[in-house]
């Protein structure tokens, strides 16, 4: 079923120009986002990059595989759209703002995609840890690769509200974030080990992922 959030008194909304997000939720039926995935398509398409086409081409088949997502349009423009993925992590933690993409049109006219807070941590994060919070997830995890993703999950972390169960934080050091191989291995993948920032949803929970320092 597809829920929207149409826009009200915002301060955030008005400045990022997003007038409404569209909610999705494949396990309440219904039509996916289908002007979120054309519009996505076509931006994919107009790109020259090819790691962009590549990790973006098949989101059709994120969104199902997602508990939810969430999509911000400006004048019926898509702007950005992430998911909340559960995935292989246990303990019943999910990963918000996965797979993020802006669009050309929003990246083009963004001071900055990397300010805080964006359309990502400002719009999107917190209707997706409502999501988590109705279905009784234990924490949401958001991650970064790479040198950059230190800094700004500090800086996201650090400027996000904090709930009856304590405060966002941050796993000290790189954590793979990537399914196990098939032989039971940690995948040695680069992008695999990512900064980590959670918060709990439930007294006492943390999430638990391989720490590179202890598994070279």
């Known amino acids: 079923m597809l829920k929207q959030i149409i826009h009200s008194a915002n301060n955030l909304m008005d400045q990022l120009g997003v007038d409404r997000v569209d909610v999705y939720r494949p396990s309440d039926g219904g039509r996916p986002l289908e002007e979120c995935l054309k519009q996505l398509k076509a931006d994919i398409q107009n790109s020259s ?5 590549s990790n973006y081409s098949n989101y059709g088949e994120v969104i199902a595989d997602s508990i939810c ?4 349009f400006g004048s019926d423009r898509l702007l950005g759209v992430s998911t909340l993925w559960q995935g292989h992590f246990g303990g019943a933690w999910a990963r918000a703002l996965n797979r993020t ?10 001071s900055s995609r990397l300010s805080i807070p964006n359309l990502a941590s400002g719009i999107m994060l917190p209707i997706q840890i409502e999501v988590a ?3 009784g997830l234990s924490g949401v995890l958001i991650t970064m690769e790479g040198e950059r993703g230190v800094s700004y999950i500090e800086r996201v972390t650090s400027s996000l509200p904090n709930n009856s169960y304590g405060c966002w934080k941050v796993l000290p050091g790189p ?5 196990l191989l098939p032989n039971g291995q940690i995948n ?3 992008g695999c080990w990512q900064t980590v920032g959670y918060l709990s949803l439930k007294k006492d929970s943390k999430p638990v992922l391989p720490k590179k320092n202890e598994h070279l």
């Not at 990059?49 to 086409?53: K, T």
């Not at 993409?101 to 963004?110: D, G, K, M, Q």
């Not at 954590?175 to 399914?179: D, S």
């Open 101 to 110: 993409y802006y669009t050309s049109f929003y990246r083009n006219r963004a």
């Open 133 to 135: 919070q109705s279905m």
């Open 175 to 179: 954590h793979n974030t990537c399914r």
């Open 188 to 190: 040695p993948d680069k």
């Open 49 to 53: 990059s090819a790691p962009l086409i």
């Open 69 to 72: 997502t969430t999509a911000c």
